[in-house]
């Protein structure tokens, strides 16, 4: 039973345009969602989170939706750098714990 | 701060031996938590704990499977016996009480692979 989902193992996108990272979730006890950002062969680094109560979180050229009603967390980043390249997971948070999507592979083309 | 720190970075093991995998988490966490990342099931929670007590193991796949904490600045998670099916990443995170968002902090991994 996934609790979190993220169905698009991969993305591909040019420098300088918008990324966009989908995940959705079944389950409203989560009051914490977060983005985590993972390189090959490194832990995943926190990137960006929000809360149950608002709707949007922008931290630079990256801003995390929440749409509560349709479950649905998303993440943009804009413009788009070849450095943003990394594997993206979406974490949900109840009781201090996270629960993980299984991740996205973003490729930012040059 | 030196962040959380795991070793050894890479374990090459035989079927039926013993793994010990060690993480020192950050100064002043008081949650530990170790996870397993496989292609298969992705990054899943095997254990964490609350000062230095296991709270919830419910994710620890066998009896093979044992973490301790004995203190506030080292964990370890055993495996005995190892079997191929052990090889993964695994990681160990922490993060405090007061951190309002649940963020963790991983350390680096290490890659465990049995044959």
Redesign the interface.
């Known amino acids: 039973d996934q609790q979190v989902k993220q169905n698009s193992p991969s993305l591909s996108v040019q420098e300088g345009r918008i990324s966009i990272l989908n995940c959705d979730y079944t389950n409203s006890m989560f009051d914490y969602f977060l983005w985590y950002k993972k390189y090959p062969a490194e832990g995943p680094t926190f990137l960006i989170s929000i809360s149950s109560i608002k709707d949007k979180n922008e931290d630079g050229r990256f801003t995390v939706f929440l749409n509560k009603s349709a479950k649905h967390l998303s993440l943009h980043i804009v413009p788009s750098q070849p450095g943003d390249s990394a594997v993206y997971f979406c974490a949900l948070g109840s009781a201090r714990q996270l629960t993980f999507g299984s991740g996205t592979q973003l490729t930012v083309l040059p | 701060d030196a962040g959380?720190i795991q070793s050894p970075r890479h374990e090459v093991t035989e079927m039926g031996q013993e793994v010990t995998l060690r993480c020192k988490p950050i100064s002043g966490h008081d949650?530990l938590?170790w996870y397993r990342q496989t292609m298969m099931r992705?990054?899943?929670?095997l254990i964490?704990f609350?000062n230095n007590v296991p709270i919830?193991d419910s994710g620890m796949p066998e009896d093979r499977f044992s973490a301790k904490m004995p203190n506030a600045s080292f964990s370890t998670l055993k495996i005995q016996p190892s079997e191929p099916r052990d090889s993964a990443v695994y990681?160990c995170?922490s993060?405090f009480?007061f951190q309002?968002?649940?963020?963790?902090?991983?350390?680096?991994?290490t890659r465990l692979t049995v044959t």
């Open positions: 959380v949650y938590f992705g990054l899943e929670l964490y609350n919830d990681f995170a993060s009480a309002g968002n649940y963020e963790q902090y991983f350390g680096p991994g």
